[in-house]
């Protein structure tokens, strides 16, 4: 009778032990959880490369201004810049751009228009992330046609002067990012043959734009 219980007792602990030992042949090494990849933080810093379209409505000065010459019109081009976000989030950059413009009026036989312009100036923001709300200024020059119609006489000159504005730029991925942005600009005043005065215009700017960073 001893050796029955002895032996039932037996056949019940390797039973028991089998499942144990399956799980240790199933499982020769231990498992570990899969490393977690932390998502990279956005920065603001690096070169980008975009483009932009607008629109442009100014006010004649001197000659200009006594024609009643108002010009506006359309704008488009692209940009170039660079920018470098510090610890603290202050976003300084540098940027530049082409305008290819139709901003122009005519009255009386008097016209003036210009046709291209451009900017170089300094950008300074604060970064909420991916949002980069920025104030920007720096030198504008354009190219300005003055015609008198009646008389057939025409000049032109290359114009420089100075633009102040701001803007907020959006990033919607890694490297691709959106802005609206508001530029006044002053191009002084310049002396033209064809209308026997001085000239000039300032101009308010607003568009939108994108921007490749790499």
């Known amino acids: 009778m001893k050796k029955i219980i002895s032996s039932g007792v037996a056949a019940v602990a390797l039973l028991a032990a089998v499942p144990a030992f399956a799980a240790d042949i199933a499982q020769p090494y231990p498992t570990k959880a899969p490393p977690v990849i932390a998502e990279p933080v956005f920065t603001w810093t690096g070169f980008y490369l975009g483009a932009n379209a607008g629109y442009a409505w100014g006010s004649g000065e001197a000659g200009a201004d006594v024609l009643g ?3 506006d019109g359309f704008l488009g081009g692209g940009q170039i810049g660079v920018n470098y976000q510090f610890d ?3 976003v300084l950059g540098a940027e530049a751009d082409f305008q290819g413009s139709d901003i122009k009026d005519e009255r009386f036989g008097y016209s003036s228009k210009m046709d291209y312009f451009g900017t170089v100036r300094a950008r300074l ?8 709300p920025y104030v920007t200024g ?22 420089v002067g100075w633009t102040v504005g701001g803007g907020v730029e959006y990033a919607f991925t890694n490297n691709w990012t959106v802005k609206a942005e508001y ?3 002053d191009l002084g ?26």
């Open 189 to 214: 005043e310049d002396y033209y043959n064809s209308i026997g005065d001085k000239s000039g215009l300032t101009a308010n700017v607003v568009r939108a734009g994108i921007n490749y960073k790499f």
């Open 183 to 185: 530029l006044y600009m």
């Open 69 to 71: 010459l108002d010009p």
């Open 88 to 90: 603290n989030n202050v």
């Open 125 to 132: 923001g604060y970064a909420f992330g991916n949002v980069l």
């Open 138 to 159: 720096g030198l504008a020059w354009g190219h300005n046609e003055v015609k008198d119609s009646v008389l057939g006489l025409t000049s032109d000159k290359t114009a």
